[in-house]
T-cell receptor, first 108, second 113 residues
Framework: KNEVEQSPQNLTAQEGEFITINCSYSVGISALHWLQQHPGGGIVSLFMLSSGKKKHGRLIATINIQEKHSSLHITASHPRDSAVYICAVRDTGNQFYFGTGTSLTVIP | NAGVTQTPKFRILKIGQSMTLQCAQDMNHNYMYWYRQDPGMGLKLIYYSVGAGITDKGEVPNGYNVSRSTTEYFPLRLELAAPSQTSVYFC????????????FGEGSWLTVV
């Protein structure tokens, strides 16, 4: 069983649609990260959060510590948002656990 | 700051060869990590370091070695390469504070034939 589960695995959306990616985890955490990976490219951190909600441009990340669940929302999606989105949690021992990623394709 | 710099970007090895993946960070981060990413799988931790002179095994350390003689550098050594080591490798670093985010290198695509 993976410590971090993401859904959906694959997602195709029309440009302009509102997108939600979900992440559930089973370990006690110090922080949760949402990462973005473009094809053939590196990995960048979008958000790090340990409670509540954060917003950056069209991206919103929320976390519910009690339910061990986080969501990443993309408003007014655009083809340049096409990427793999990875949920990662850092446990209290400073180890990271990664989900397998959600592959998002936004069609013009 | 250059962030986390990994080299090489691409490499093809023959079975039994050895090589070193280089990783450097210029952010004075204490924590450094090596991960491998296989298709359809999450990132798996190979080795990590919490500071210069300190390294520890992760989830999949077999076939690899690391060293951390300075804060900046964290090379990953592959001894006697095997096809199972064909993967994408990522180096990452993070600062000491719990509020610090994690930074990744661009990745190294390694094929063992």
């Amino acid at each position: 069983k993976n410590e971090v589960e993401q859904s959906p695995q694959n997602l195709t959306a029309q440009e302009g649609e509102f997108i939600t990616i979900n992440c559930s985890y089973s370990v006690g955490i110090s922080a949760l990260h949402w990462l973005q990976q473009h094809p053939g490219g590196g990995i960048v951190s979008l958000f790090m959060l340990s409670s509540g909600k954060k917003k950056h441009g069209r991206l919103i990340a929320t976390i519910n510590i009690q339910e061990k669940h986080s969501s990443l929302h993309i408003t007014a999606s655009h083809p340049r948002d096409s990427a793999v989105y990875i949920c990662a949690v850092r446990d209290t021992g400073n180890q990271f656990y990664f989900g397998t990623g959600t592959s998002l394709t936004v069609i013009p | 700051n250059a962030g986390v710099t990994q080299t090489p970007k691409f490499r093809i090895l023959k079975i039994g060869q050895s090589m070193t993946l280089q990783c450097a960070q210029d952010m004075n981060h204490n924590y450094m990590y090596w991960y491998r990413q296989d298709p359809g799988m999450g990132l798996k931790l190979i080795y990590y370091s919490v500071g210069a002179g300190i390294t520890d095994k992760g989830e999949v350390p077999n076939g690899y070695n690391v060293s951390r003689s300075t804060t900046e550098y964290f090379p990953l050594r592959l001894e006697l390469a095997a096809p199972s080591q064909t993967s994408v490798y990522f180096c990452a670093s993070r600062g000491q504070s719990g509020g610090n985010t994690i930074y990744f290198g661009e990745g190294s695509w390694l094929t063992v034939v």
